[in-house]
């Protein structure tokens, strides 16, 4: 299938993880990628595995003049932007009473100002037919204890996306949300470690498995793709039911 032949798609965060397994479901559909991170080495192993189609950049989501040039060069490399994912972001531990204004500024920073910055350059890069999925957490639908600064800017992820998305489809661009629940990457491993928490979370899904990046990635591929021409402003959880 090659759904996405001819489009151009820019995944920060795209080299470990959700990013990475999102621009390999696109690479594999005929898009060419851009991934971007902020450590080169992973950069050039990704771009190892995704081929030819594929290019990166350095970019701190963070900073807002370091987002712009990401998309300049993408522009620059392969003429057009026709679709985006936001799956970069970060978190920090501690009880609520404990935690420092620096630990939640930065959980703020990347997570929702770095939606914002991205979002921002990728929709006056796109044209009508464009689309941009941003990549929430259930955290931003439930309360976690001790990641109070990650679950307020997941929450504030959702209603940014969906104020994007209503002002952007007057000019033909989408914005969605995706929700992974507990999924095997390397930021969430610290959760399931122990059996305990690993238990905790298997027996709220009814569908009692750990996800995959790629079962994230399936649901941001549809949700790029002209198939989902129709929606815009969701919040889809991919969470094994776990929300539910």
Same mark, same amino acid.
């Given at each position: 299938?090659?759904?996405?032949?001819?489009?151009?798609?820019?995944?920060?965060?795209?080299?470990?993880?959700?990013?990475?397994?999102?621009?390999?479901?696109?690479?594999?559909?005929?898009?060419?990628?851009?991934?971007?991170?902020?450590?080169?080495?992973?950069?050039?192993?990704?771009?190892?595995?995704?081929?030819?189609?594929?290019?990166?950049?350095?970019?701190?989501?963070?900073?807002?003049?370091?987002?712009?040039?990401?998309?300049?060069?993408?522009?620059?490399?392969?003429?057009?932007?026709?679709?985006?994912?936001?799956?970069?972001?970060? &978190? %920090?531990?501690?009880?609520? =009473?404990?935690?420092?204004? @620096? +630990?939640?500024?930065?959980? *703020?920073?990347?997570?929702?100002? /770095?939606?914002?910055?991205?979002?921002?350059?990728?929709?006056?890069?796109?044209?009508?037919?464009?689309?941009?999925?941003?990549?929430?957490?259930?955290?931003?639908?439930?309360?976690?204890?001790?990641?109070?600064?990650?679950?307020?800017?997941?929450?504030?992820?959702?209603?940014?996306?969906?104020?994007?998305?209503?002002?952007?489809?007057?000019?033909?661009?989408?914005?969605?949300?995706?929700?992974?629940?507990?999924?095997?990457?390397?930021? &969430? %491993?610290?959760?399931?470690? =122990?059996?305990?928490?690993? @238990? +905790?979370?298997?027996?709220? *899904?009814?569908?009692?498995?750990? /996800?995959?990046?790629?079962?994230?990635?399936?649901?941001?591929?549809?949700?790029?793709?002209?198939?989902?021409?129709?929606?815009?402003?969701?919040?889809?959880?991919?969470?094994?039911?776990?929300?539910?």
């Amino acid at each position: 299938m090659k759904d996405f032949e001819g489009r151009t798609a820019f995944v920060t965060a795209g080299a470990t993880g959700i990013g990475l397994a999102c621009a390999r479901y696109l690479v594999d559909r005929g898009a060419s990628v851009m991934v971007c991170a902020r450590r080169e080495d992973t950069l050039k192993d990704a771009v190892r595995i995704l081929g030819a189609k594929s290019g990166y950049v350095v970019c701190d989501v963070s900073d807002e003049a370091s987002v712009d040039q990401a998309i300049a060069t993408t522009m620059e490399r392969f003429g057009h932007l026709d679709c985006a994912v936001n799956s970069a972001g970060t &978190a %920090a531990a501690g009880p609520f =009473t404990q935690m420092q204004s @620096a +630990e939640f500024d930065a959980c *703020m920073k990347t997570n929702l100002y /770095g939606v914002f910055y991205c979002m921002r350059a990728q929709a006056n890069a796109m044209s009508e037919g464009g689309s941009i999925v941003n990549i929430g957490s259930l955290a931003g639908s439930v309360t976690h204890p001790w990641l109070s600064g990650y679950c307020a800017s997941k929450a504030a992820v959702s209603m940014l996306s969906k104020c994007a998305a209503d002002e952007l489809g007057q000019r033909g661009v989408r914005v969605n949300v995706v929700e992974p629940g507990g999924v095997q990457t390397e930021m &969430a %491993a610290p959760l399931f470690e =122990t059996a305990q928490g690993r @238990a +905790e979370y298997l027996e709220n *899904m009814p569908i009692s498995r750990l /996800g995959k990046p790629e079962d994230v990635a399936s649901m941001v591929g549809f949700l790029l793709s002209e198939e989902a021409g129709w929606i815009t402003g969701e919040v889809i959880a991919v969470d094994g039911g776990m929300v539910m």
